[in-house]
């Protein structure tokens, strides 16, 4: 818990003893659309621009002469189950014991890992000091007394915030006694944002049709890379009403190539000891091979310092990386997963350690605690991943299958080049795992694309990566994966022994096709606007 | 630091304090949280900064100081929040003492800040180096500025042509400063912008009731009828936006007239969307139905319309009775069907049944208000208030609780320490001789009377006012600024380059809103309040104990404030006294110094302001000091039926009561300290004035109008030449369907986006950022047959010219009919120039063919903020103005917004934003529209240029209403005729 908590236990002297609930309503049978909110928090808060904090979608609904304009004053939730708490590493997002979900932005290391897990895309990272941040209710306004910045200059009195355990507040009798909707309601996080009046074309993000040509009723739509353009593209509305979203803010994803190259070089750092292990078990090299004794701990190190690499350089604080570990909030995937890497890091140090002085009875000692940690350290991105509650391609239970997989692809894959130096022996079997871990992983992969989803974002999602905006890579990773099975059946099944280059080419199709299939899946699963 | 400790000391939190003795702002949400600081507290206001939060707790010292904002007409207050620090403004936020807008404000309040902190402000007094508009400038001492200007004026009043100088104003922002320091210079020299915005609306409302404004009071309203969109755009935005809300929200009906969907159009419960100009058909068609089926208040119509005076006139066979005039009344309007004005609006006849029913519903309870809208779109579009009122007039919702009020009872002017007389003189430039009953200048023809050889200016003032983007034909302005010839010397007073500032003699920098000091009052509510700008930082800087004798000693670089601008000028046009205008200048208190602001200011607010005096002593204050401390001050509320209240005995001496009614007096009429402009119906024969009307034998105050009732006849359009337009009617637009080719749309050029404020709020980057470009909003009726999707490019042709603009397609827009927003499309050829909102382009002239050419949009820059690097969006929109020519109401005075186009896919050649335009195909429809007036000096009944009773801005004296005798010739005319 934040250190500044303790001492929020009572706002500014509220009218009741009981535990305060801060909560609001946006009423869009009063709100006219003047935008005047997002440019007084702009004002508040000093939010720069390109970003915001709140802001006002509209969706224009309906067929002259019957049409209207729906306004949705979109930003954070306050959930009381807030992802974006449970998925930040250091505490930096955290919620107050009065329900405001609050950040210290001293201490944001800058992972973005709120930003993936919030269902409403209501964080983003400051420009200017490269910490997360988002709307708190202006909790330093509630402290000294004062309404927030948007409840005070709403033209309508469109904006009310009040405490819901207080039955005298305007907010709780709204909520209480009239029909209000919060969004997104499925992702069960139980948000204390309540709108009165909303219409259900705002409220769905995949509503409204996205218009053509860039550009909305008097702004353009933004464009750059990682870019996640608001509404969808026609024909793909999810009502059958007209609905044209006519006003919206410029979205990015969170996490670009940086983490779809993670998780490939994570998968070669688990990948590699995993495969050794499973040659060593099954006899075809022995414990003094040089795989096992140099190229395991060497390739496996090189290929988790590079993920530790990128991990850090995909911070907006990458000074701050340490916080991780001295300030953990374990409930993050995030930091279960540094915490994993940091160990399986220390078995193949200790294992190289053994390398060097010719221990061996300590590295096969390590061997059991290495798998598993090599194991976590695979399939622990899936959790991280899950943690993305609004991502729905990557609500999948079978994703951490499909990354165990692609690890061992990817060390099978990695070996495949040394066995042929070191212990050609250890080709045919490695390609043996290469071809059928890829013919797996592609099964898997036809499931995923194939069967019917259930929700629309996750069905979006599919759409955009095998015939969207990343099917070019997709098919490339799956084209070469699927290049790497034939290869690799062709070298074991026609040429009794292998030739030159030939397994060194099931590497590279492997290694190549997983990247480029990595990439277009981490990039898909986030390409899907969720406000 | 403890937030305990912390509350002890700042909270403003209800208990907190309460219990220090201090005041509790409630906010929206009615809880214990205060929606502003304590005003007890505004010297040393502690807040927490919202950066460091929550990680330090970093307490930031403010001292609040009010001020008024100046993005639009509704004049909200707004609180600046100065850093006792740094004396920066740290941020706006509304002003909970302001009774206009409540501590609420819209989007362009807050974004006040990105005015005053705009890298891209003018600093510093600027003259023109190279030719006029080649964007070549040397910064000027003020001094140096000043003097030649004055020198300017000087020369031409003592060489009798006064009135070629000429102060040009757009957003006026203040009551009466100005028009009294042109009348100390004895010129008629104001031109307004009011013909390109409100003048169809002002004359509807000004031929019923002698005032040219409405006030309607939403908040206590059954029925509201908008012919506009007031709740993102208008006058009055936010204070009336709040009002139709609290309305609403207690069971009111919205009734909304706009040909798109509007936010306004989506809130109303009945959206009416009519084809443009058939606004005045469905009124009158409403009308009909409360007549046809006696729904109207048939006593107040008795005692308050004019019917007398129009049997007589119109009907003088028949009984003088009020039953002879409901059985005309009825004829009168018995083809305005439903089916008549559903056949010309396209909308349905049930649709308007429907309307008509609520309207009927809503009793004395009717609020109505248009204002630009359809007023100022179509030829006759001033019929629209005029029939929109007639609903008012039928059901007595007329000055009563939740009905409409004339707006003079619900604005107070203060009078000013001097009053100099009336100009003796009359300026045909911007009075010309064929609109006598223009209800305000016609300046938007000015290039053209010029280009007649009618006239000349010596010196050219523009202020807050952007001609060659805001108005019509701007091509054709910029061939009169740059004609030396025709101008001699032209001054842009801006705060912020502009497109007429460009091409410019003297561009002078002028402070923004918190910047400056004005006083104002606006018709916002039943009540009466005036409203107090100020620059921030001075009065500030005066609360720490300083003396500040200049506002440039607080303003960012040079940059100064008309009020003492013009002091200082009249001074140095007037150094010795001897032209009889420094006098106008002088204070009082120390005679033969220059009137000081705080003198000017301190003398209205202990003078003239009823209950002040005693509200800042009560506070112990100086009146002067109550309003730099509060910014407002709300004289009455609930005025009510002014028009009922009987004339007290004191002011009735030999009273005459005319034909009609109309009581006249001796008495002299007692000292008012409100000067709000009404309109000055004539003296009676032997020179009584006006004083009243009789009404069932009571002399009861009545109306400003000549009859003293509501004019549902109008005798004044009648004597003028206008007797078929002299009661409600309906007159076919220019853009009616039968005056429209068969490829010809309608295009509505005047909508308003809601965070956006003409050519005034470029220089705002949050607002840029959520508004920058204005798509042509087209229905996919008429896009999908061009195979026309949105962001693709389509080339709209006018009278004149055409442009190149991109498709917004919608269904939010009647087919048949395309709108543009004229809120975007600002340029600038090279050099200065506002660079978050302002495409760069080429202009290129062969004779009278203009082209211009956009080279490049907007794109990321550096500058002191470092937010102008992180400008995202490319695109500004395009100047549709420069494609219209000038369509005045040959009544009204109006220009007639809505063009006749015709809408294509872009072709090869085209480019977007490409605009080309024929100035002297221009000039050929100004001389067709010219053709359809009724000049005075055919038409005059009595010899002069104009109804005296009518308002005017700066009014002369009332020799130069006479008309030249026509029996010598006359000489070529000029300005000052």
Same mark, same amino acid.
């Given at each position: 818990?934040?250190?500044?908590?303790?001492?929020?236990?009572?706002?500014?002297?509220?009218?009741?003893?009981?535990?305060?609930?801060?909560?609001?309503?946006?009423?869009?049978?009063?709100?006219?659309?003047?935008?005047?909110?997002?440019?007084?928090?702009?004002?508040?808060?000093?939010?720069?621009?390109?970003?915001?904090?709140?802001? *006002?979608?509209?969706?224009?609904?309906?067929?002259?002469?019957?049409?209207?304009?729906?306004?949705?004053?979109?930003?954070?939730?306050?959930?009381?189950?807030?992802?974006?708490?449970?998925?930040?590493?250091?505490?930096?997002?955290?919620?107050?014991?009065?329900?405001?979900?609050?950040?210290?932005?001293?201490?944001?290391?800058?992972?973005?890992?709120?930003?993936?897990?919030?269902?409403?895309?209501?964080?983003?990272?400051?420009?200017?000091?490269?910490?997360?941040?988002?709307?708190?209710?202006?909790?330093?306004?509630?402290?000294?007394?004062?309404?927030?910045?948007?409840?005070?200059?709403?033209?309508?009195?469109?904006?009310?915030?009040?405490?819901?355990?207080?039955?005298?507040?305007?907010?709780?009798?709204?909520?209480?006694?009239?029909?209000?909707?919060?969004?997104?309601?499925?992702?069960?996080?139980?948000?204390?944002?309540?709108?009165?009046?909303?219409?259900?074309?705002?409220?769905?993000?995949?509503?409204?049709?996205?218009?053509?040509?860039?550009?909305?009723?008097?702004?353009?739509?933004?464009?750059?890379?990682?870019?996640?353009?608001?509404?969808?593209?026609?024909?793909?509305?999810?009502?059958?009403?007209?609905?044209?979203?006519?006003?919206?803010?410029?979205?990015?994803?969170?996490?670009?190539?940086?983490?779809?190259?993670?998780?490939?070089?994570?998968?070669?750092?688990?990948?590699?000891?995993?495969? +050794?292990?499973?040659?060593?078990?099954?006899?075809?090299?022995?414990?003094?091979?040089?795989?096992?004794?140099?190229?395991?701990?060497?390739?496996?190190?090189?290929?988790?310092?590079?993920?530790?690499?990128?991990?850090?350089?995909?911070?907006?604080?990458?000074?701050?990386?340490?916080?991780?570990?001295?300030?953990?909030?374990?409930?993050?995937?995030?930091?279960?997963?540094?915490?994993?890497?940091?160990?399986?890091?220390?078995?193949?140090?200790?294992?190289?350690?053994?390398?060097?002085?010719?221990?061996?009875?300590?590295?096969?000692?390590?061997?059991?605690?290495?798998?598993? +940690?090599?194991?976590?350290?695979?399939?622990?991105?899936?959790?991280?991943?899950?943690?993305?509650?609004?991502?729905?391609?990557?609500?999948?239970?079978?994703?951490?299958?499909?990354?165990?997989?692609?690890?061992?692809?990817?060390?099978?894959?990695?070996?495949?080049?040394?066995?042929?130096?070191?212990?050609?022996?250890? *080709?045919?079997?490695?390609?043996?795992?290469?071809?059928?871990?890829?013919?797996?992983? +592609?099964?898997?992969?036809?499931?995923?694309?194939?069967?019917?989803?259930?929700?629309?974002?996750?069905?979006?999602?599919?759409?955009?990566?095998?015939?969207?905006?990343?099917?070019?890579?997709?098919?490339?990773?799956?084209?070469?994966?699927?290049?790497?099975?034939?290869?690799?059946?062709?070298?074991?099944?026609?040429?009794?022994?292998?030739?030159?280059?030939?397994?060194?080419?099931?590497?590279?199709?492997?290694?190549?096709?997983?990247?480029?299939?990595?990439?277009?899946?981490?990039?898909?699963?986030?390409?899907?606007?969720?406000? | 630091?403890?937030?305990?400790?912390?509350?002890?000391?700042?909270?403003?939190?209800?208990?907190?304090?309460?219990?220090?003795?201090?005041?509790?702002?409630?906010?929206?949400?009615?809880?214990?949280?205060?929606?502003?600081?304590?005003?007890?507290?505004?010297?040393?206001?502690?807040?927490?900064?919202?950066?460091?939060?929550?990680?330090?707790?970093?307490?930031?010292?403010?001292?609040?100081?009010?001020?008024?904002?100046?993005?639009?007409?509704?004049?909200?207050?707004?609180?600046?929040?100065?850093?006792?620090?740094?004396?920066?403004?740290?941020?706006?936020?509304?002003?909970?003492?302001?009774?206009?807008?409540?501590?609420?404000?819209?989007?362009?309040?807050?974004?006040?800040?990105?005015?005053?902190?705009?890298?891209?402000?003018?600093?510093?007094?600027?003259?023109?180096?190279?030719?006029?508009?080649?964007?070549?400038?040397?910064?000027?001492?003020?001094?140096?500025?000043?003097?030649?200007?004055?020198?300017?004026?000087?020369?031409?009043?003592?060489?009798?042509?006064?009135?070629?100088?000429?102060?040009?104003?757009?957003?006026?922002?203040?009551?009466?400063?100005?028009?009294?320091?042109?009348?100390?210079?004895?010129?008629?020299?104001?031109?307004?912008?009011?013909?390109?915005?409100?003048?169809?609306?002002?004359?509807?409302?000004?031929?019923?009731?002698?005032?040219?404004?409405?006030?309607?009071?939403?908040?206590?309203?059954?029925?509201?009828?908008?012919?506009?969109?007031?709740?993102?755009?208008?006058?009055?935005?936010?204070?009336?936006?709040?009002?139709?809300?609290?309305?609403?929200?207690?069971?009111?009906?919205?009734?909304?007239?706009?040909?798109?969907?509007?936010?306004?159009?989506?809130?109303?419960?009945?959206?009416?969307?009519?084809?443009?100009?058939?606004?005045?058909?469905?009124?009158?068609?409403?009308?009909?139905?409360?007549?046809?089926?006696?729904?109207?208040?048939?006593?107040?119509?008795?005692?308050?319309?004019?019917?007398?005076?129009?049997?007589?006139?119109?009907?003088?066979?028949?009984?003088?009775?009020?039953?002879?005039?409901?059985?005309?009344?009825?004829?009168?309007?018995?083809?305005?069907?439903?089916?008549?004005?559903?056949?010309?609006?396209?909308?349905?006849?049930?649709?308007?049944?429907?309307?008509?029913?609520?309207?009927?519903?809503?009793?004395?309870?009717?609020?109505?208000?248009?204002?630009?809208?359809?007023?100022?779109?179509?030829?006759?579009?001033?019929?629209?208030?005029?029939?929109?009122?007639?609903?008012?007039?039928?059901?007595?919702?007329?000055?009563?609780?939740?009905?409409?009020?004339?707006?003079?009872?619900?604005?107070?002017?203060?009078?000013?320490?001097?009053?100099?007389?009336?100009?003796?003189?009359?300026?045909?430039?911007?009075?010309?001789?064929?609109?006598?009953?223009?209800?305000?200048?016609?300046?938007?023809?000015?290039?053209?009377?010029?280009?007649?050889?009618?006239?000349?200016?010596?010196?050219?003032?523009?202020?807050?006012?952007?001609?060659?983007?805001?108005?019509?034909?701007?091509?054709?302005?910029?061939?009169?600024?740059?004609?030396?010839?025709?101008?001699?010397?032209?001054?842009?007073?801006?705060?912020?380059?502009?497109?007429?500032?460009?091409?410019?003699?003297?561009?002078?920098?002028?402070?923004?809103?918190?910047?400056?000091?004005?006083?104002?009052?606006?018709?916002?509510?039943?009540?009466?309040?005036?409203?107090?700008?100020?620059?921030?930082?001075?009065?500030?800087?005066?609360?720490?104990?300083?003396?500040?004798?200049?506002?440039?000693?607080?303003?960012?670089?040079?940059?100064?404030?008309?009020?003492?601008?013009?002091?200082?000028?009249?001074?140095?046009?007037?150094?010795?006294?001897?032209?009889?205008?420094?006098?106008?200048?002088?204070?009082?208190?120390?005679?033969?110094?220059?009137?000081?602001?705080?003198?000017?200011?301190?003398?209205?607010?202990?003078?003239?302001?009823?209950?002040?005096?005693?509200?800042?002593?009560?506070?112990?204050?100086?009146?002067?000091?109550?309003?730099?401390?509060?910014?407002?001050?709300?004289?009455?509320?609930?005025?009510?039926?002014?028009?009922?209240?009987?004339?007290?005995?004191?002011?009735?001496?030999?009273?005459?009561?005319?034909?009609?009614?109309?009581?006249?007096?001796?008495?002299?009429?007692?000292?008012?300290?409100?000067?709000?402009?009404?309109?000055?119906?004539?003296?009676?024969?032997?020179?009584?004035?006006?004083?009243?009307?009789?009404?069932?034998?009571?002399?009861?105050?009545?109306?400003?109008?000549?009859?003293?009732?509501?004019?549902?006849?109008?005798?004044?359009?009648?004597?003028?030449?206008?007797?078929?337009?002299?009661?409600?009617?309906?007159?076919?637009?220019?853009?009616?369907?039968?005056?429209?080719?068969?490829?010809?749309?309608?295009?509505?050029?005047?909508?308003?986006?809601?965070?956006?404020?003409?050519?005034?709020?470029?220089?705002?980057?949050?607002?840029?950022?959520?508004?920058?470009?204005?798509?042509?909003?087209?229905?996919?009726?008429?896009?999908?047959?061009?195979?026309?999707?949105?962001?693709?490019?389509?080339?709209?042709?006018?009278?004149?010219?055409?442009?190149?603009?991109?498709?917004?397609?919608?269904?939010?827009?009647?087919?048949?009919?395309?709108?543009?927003?004229?809120?975007?499309?600002?340029?600038?050829?090279?050099?200065?120039?506002?660079?978050?909102?302002?495409?760069?382009?080429?202009?290129?002239?062969?004779?009278?063919?203009?082209?211009?050419?956009?080279?490049?949009?907007?794109?990321?820059?550096?500058?002191?903020?470092?937010?102008?690097?992180?400008?995202?969006?490319?695109?500004?929109?395009?100047?549709?103005?420069?494609?219209?020519?000038?369509?005045?109401?040959?009544?009204?005075?109006?220009?007639?917004?809505?063009?006749?186009?015709?809408?294509?896919?872009?072709?090869?050649?085209?480019?977007?934003?490409?605009?080309?335009?024929?100035?002297?195909?221009?000039?050929?429809?100004?001389?067709?529209?010219?053709?359809?007036?009724?000049?005075?000096?055919?038409?005059?009944?009595?010899?002069?240029?104009?109804?005296?009773?009518?308002?005017?801005?700066?009014?002369?004296?009332?020799?130069?209403?006479?008309?030249?005798?026509?029996?010598?010739?006359?000489?070529?005319?000029?300005?000052?005729?």
């Amino acid at each position: 818990m934040h250190p500044a908590v303790a001492k929020v236990d009572h706002i500014a002297s509220g009218p009741t003893p009981r535990p305060a609930k801060w909560a609001k309503v946006i009423d869009h049978t009063r709100c006219v659309g003047c935008h005047a909110c997002t440019v007084a928090c702009k004002s508040e808060n000093e939010v720069p621009l390109g970003v915001t904090r709140t802001y *006002v979608k509209s969706v224009d609904v309906g067929v002259f002469p019957q049409a209207r304009r729906a306004f949705q004053v979109t930003r954070c939730n306050q959930c009381d189950d807030a992802p974006c708490a449970t998925a930040c590493p250091t505490s930096a997002m955290f919620v107050r014991p009065d329900g405001i979900v609050d950040f210290d932005k001293s201490i944001c290391i800058g992972c973005k890992a709120c930003i993936a897990a919030c269902p409403y895309d209501a964080i983003f990272i400051n420009p200017e000091d490269h910490a997360a941040e988002k709307c708190n209710f202006c909790a330093h306004r509630l402290d000294v007394g004062l309404e927030p910045a948007c409840v005070v200059v709403c033209p309508t009195e469109a904006i009310l915030v009040g405490d819901l355990s207080d039955p005298t507040s305007r907010v709780a009798q709204i909520v209480h006694r009239e029909p209000v909707t919060v969004r997104r309601p499925e992702k069960d996080t139980q948000p204390k944002l309540f709108y009165r009046g909303a219409h259900q074309a705002t409220l769905d993000p995949l509503a409204a049709r996205r218009p053509d040509g860039g550009l909305y009723m008097w702004s353009e739509q933004g464009t750059g890379p990682g870019d996640v353009p608001a509404g969808v593209a026609a024909p793909w509305n999810n009502t059958s009403a007209a609905a044209l979203l006519s006003y919206d803010v410029p979205h990015t994803a969170p996490w670009h190539w940086r983490v779809s190259l993670y998780t490939w070089t994570k998968g070669i750092a688990a990948g590699t000891y995993l495969v +050794l292990l499973g040659l060593l078990l099954g006899g075809v090299v022995s414990w003094s091979s040089a795989l096992w004794v140099w190229v395991a701990p060497v390739v496996c190190g090189v290929a988790l310092a590079a993920t530790g690499g990128l991990l850090v350089a995909d911070l907006k604080h990458p000074e701050r990386f340490y916080l991780i570990f001295t300030r953990p909030q374990w409930g993050s995937w995030l930091v279960r997963g540094a915490f994993i890497i940091a160990a399986y890091s220390l078995v193949l140090a200790l294992h190289f350690v053994g390398s060097l002085f010719g221990w061996r009875d300590l590295q096969r000692a390590l061997g059991a605690p290495g798998a598993v +940690l090599a194991v976590l350290c695979a399939v622990y991105t899936a959790y991280l991943f899950a943690q993305a509650k609004a991502r729905d391609l990557w609500q999948n239970p079978l994703l951490p299958l499909h990354l165990l997989l692609q690890a061992l692809i990817a060390g099978a894959a990695i070996l495949l080049p040394f066995a042929g130096r070191l212990e050609p022996a250890a *080709v045919p079997p490695l390609l043996g795992i290469v071809g059928a871990a890829s013919l797996a992983h +592609l099964l898997l992969v036809l499931g995923e694309t194939t069967l019917p989803h259930g929700t629309a974002h996750a069905r979006l999602a599919v759409r955009e990566m095998t015939a969207g905006r990343f099917r070019t890579v997709f098919w490339t990773g799956v084209g070469l994966g699927a290049l790497a099975v034939l290869v690799a059946a062709a070298v074991l099944g026609v040429l009794a022994t292998p030739i030159a280059g030939s397994a060194a080419a099931v590497a590279a199709l492997a290694l190549v096709g997983l990247l480029a299939y990595e990439h277009a899946y981490v990039q898909a699963g986030q390409c899907v606007p969720l406000a | 630091m403890d937030t305990k400790a912390l509350n002890q000391r700042v909270s403003a939190a209800r208990r907190d304090a309460e219990a220090r003795g201090e005041t509790f702002y409630p906010g929206p949400s009615r809880i214990h949280l205060a929606s502003f600081p304590p005003k007890e507290r505004w010297d040393d206001w502690v807040e927490l900064d919202s950066k460091a939060w929550p990680g330090r707790r970093v307490e930031k010292r403010y001292m609040l100081v009010p001020t008024t904002c100046f993005n639009c007409e509704s004049a909200c207050g707004l609180l600046a929040y100065v850093d006792r620090e740094t004396l920066q403004v740290r941020k706006f936020e509304g002003n909970p003492e302001h009774p206009g807008s409540r501590g609420r404000n819209c989007a362009k309040g807050p974004a006040t800040l990105n005015q005053i902190t705009d890298p891209d402000r003018i600093l510093y007094p600027l003259k023109r180096a190279g030719r006029r508009g080649e964007g070549k400038w040397v910064q000027v001492s003020w001094n140096e500025a000043l003097d030649d200007i004055a020198a300017r004026i000087r020369r031409a009043i003592t060489e009798g042509r006064g009135n070629e100088v000429m102060y040009h104003v757009g957003r006026p922002g203040e009551d009466g400063f100005t028009e009294r320091v042109l009348a100390a210079w004895g010129v008629d020299g104001h031109n307004s912008h009011t013909n390109v915005c409100s003048s169809g609306g002002r004359a509807g409302y000004h031929f019923w009731m002698g005032v040219d404004r409405p006030s309607p009071d939403h908040a206590n309203a059954r029925v509201m009828l908008l012919v506009s969109s007031h709740l993102e755009a208008g006058h009055y935005f936010n204070p009336h936006a709040q009002r139709v809300i609290e309305a609403k929200q207690q069971g009111a009906k919205l009734i909304v007239f706009d040909t798109r969907l509007s936010n306004t159009a989506t809130h109303a419960d009945h959206w009416i969307a009519p084809h443009p100009g058939s606004e005045a058909a469905i009124l009158l068609a409403i009308a009909s139905y409360l007549i046809r089926r006696g729904l109207y208040d048939r006593e107040f119509v008795r005692r308050w319309w004019n019917w007398e005076e129009y049997l007589a006139c119109e009907h003088p066979e028949r009984p003088a009775t009020f039953e002879t005039f409901e059985e005309i009344l009825r004829g009168l309007y018995a083809s305005y069907t439903f089916e008549f004005a559903s056949q010309e609006s396209g909308v349905d006849a049930a649709a308007l049944e429907d309307v008509a029913r609520t309207v009927a519903s809503a009793g004395t309870r009717l609020s109505t208000h248009t204002w630009r809208s359809a007023a100022a779109g179509n030829l006759g579009g001033w019929q629209v208030p005029r029939t929109l009122f007639l609903l008012n007039a039928l059901l007595g919702a007329v000055a009563t609780e939740g009905g409409t009020y004339p707006n003079a009872w619900n604005k107070y002017v203060p009078k000013p320490i001097y009053v100099p007389p009336h100009p003796t003189t009359w300026n045909g430039l911007t009075w010309p001789i064929e609109y006598p009953l223009a209800i305000n200048e016609l300046s938007f023809l000015l290039p053209h009377l010029l280009k007649d050889g009618r006239g000349h200016l010596e010196v050219y003032f523009t202020r807050v006012y952007n001609p060659v983007w805001t108005n019509p034909d701007g091509f054709s302005w910029i061939e009169m600024l740059t004609d030396e010839r025709l101008v001699g010397c032209s001054v842009a007073l801006t705060p912020t380059w502009n497109e007429t500032a460009f091409f410019a003699d003297y561009v002078l920098p002028m402070g923004h809103g918190p910047e400056r000091h004005d006083l104002h009052s606006y018709e916002q509510y039943d009540g009466q309040w005036i409203g107090f700008r100020q620059p921030v930082l001075r009065a500030a800087r005066e609360r720490l104990g300083e003396r500040v004798t200049d506002t440039r000693q607080t303003n960012p670089g040079e940059v100064w404030e008309e009020n003492e601008f013009w002091i200082e000028l009249s001074w140095r046009i007037d150094p010795d006294g001897s032209l009889g205008i420094r006098k106008y200048f002088e204070s009082q208190r120390e005679p033969g110094a220059r009137l000081a602001v705080d003198e000017y200011y301190a003398h209205i607010f202990e003078h003239s302001v009823p209950g002040l005096p005693e509200r800042a002593a009560a506070e112990g204050l100086t009146p002067l000091g109550f309003m730099r401390r509060y910014g407002a001050f709300e004289i009455t509320r609930k005025v009510g039926a002014l028009y009922e209240t009987p004339v007290p005995l004191a002011e009735l001496q030999d009273v005459h009561v005319s034909r009609f009614g109309r009581a006249y007096t001796r008495a002299a009429k007692p000292p008012d300290p409100n000067i709000v402009p009404l309109g000055s119906p004539e003296p009676d024969a032997e020179g009584r004035r006006p004083v009243g009307v009789r009404v069932d034998g009571e002399i009861l105050r009545g109306f400003p109008t000549p009859s003293g009732r509501l004019e549902f006849y109008s005798r004044t359009l009648v004597e003028w030449g206008w007797s078929e337009c002299a009661l409600p009617t309906y007159l076919r637009s220019h853009v009616h369907p039968g005056a429209l080719e068969h490829d010809q749309m309608v295009l509505i050029s005047t909508f308003r986006l809601p965070v956006q404020i003409h050519t005034r709020s470029a220089n705002s980057k949050w607002l840029d950022e959520i508004a920058h470009t204005n798509p042509l909003w087209i229905h996919p009726r008429d896009a999908d047959p061009m195979r026309l999707r949105t962001g693709d490019l389509v080339r709209v042709e006018t009278e004149i010219g055409h442009f190149v603009v991109k498709a917004w397609v919608t269904e939010g827009i009647r087919p048949g009919v395309v709108a543009c927003s004229h809120h975007m499309g600002r340029w600038k050829v090279q050099g200065a120039g506002q660079r978050q909102a302002m495409a760069t382009v080429t202009l290129g002239r062969a004779e009278d063919r203009w082209e211009l050419r956009r080279e490049r949009g907007v794109a990321p820059y550096a500058s002191v903020d470092p937010d102008t690097l992180r400008i995202w969006w490319t695109d500004v929109g395009v100047h549709q103005n420069l494609t219209f020519p000038v369509h005045p109401d040959p009544i009204s005075g109006q220009h007639c917004w809505h063009q006749a186009v015709r809408v294509r896919p872009a072709g090869p050649g085209d480019r977007y934003g490409d605009i080309a335009v024929s100035t002297q195909r221009a000039h050929e429809v100004y001389a067709k529209w010219l053709a359809l007036t009724k000049p005075a000096e055919r038409h005059s009944p009595d010899g002069t240029r104009r109804p005296y009773w009518l308002m005017r801005p700066l009014r002369p004296s009332r020799d130069a209403y006479r008309l030249p005798d026509r029996r010598t010739p006359e000489p070529a005319p000029v300005a000052g005729e």
